[in-house]
């Protein structure tokens, strides 16, 4: 099982990005899949989780209405399009297999 992030960077508040998390060595579509993030001296916390057929989707309060996860199981990847971002979203964002796979990260900065 490989989970590889990609797309994070440095944006002012106000700004978008959009991670991919591209998948392999197992059967993506089977899977339920997550987005996590670990900002500097802080726990991992959940941001998001999308089902195997993408039909049920769940947030953190603290990213409703701001994140978007989805997924194309043809291309084995989960995505995470974030928009109006704030400060707080600073973090290394990890994708996850049910949490039992993660990524590396990738890093997110939020900053002006």
């Known amino acids: 099982v490989q989970l590889v ?7 002012q508040p106000g700004g ?10 197992f059967i993506f579509s089977g899977y339920d899949m997550s987005w996590y993030r670990q900002a500097p001296g ?3 916390e959940w941001v998001a989780r999308i089902d195997n057929s993408g039909t049920i989707i769940n947030y953190a309060d603290s990213v409703k209405g701001r994140f978007t ?3 194309d199981n043809a291309k084995n990847t989960v ?20 949490s039992e796979y993660w990524g590396h990260g ?3 900065t939020v900053s002006s």
């Not at 978008?16 to 060595?25: E, H, I, K, Q």
């Not at 995505?79 to 049910?98: H, I, P, Q, S, W």
């Open 5 to 11: 992030e990609s797309g994070g960077g440095l944006v």
């Open 16 to 25: 978008s990005l959009r991670l991919s998390c591209a998948a392999s060595g």
């Open 42 to 44: 802080k726990e991992r």
């Open 69 to 71: 996860i989805s997924r």
């Open 79 to 98: 995505y995470l399009g974030m928009n109006d971002l704030k400060f707080e979203d600073t973090a290394v964002y990890y994708c996850t297999r049910r």
């Open 106 to 108: 990738t890093q997110v």
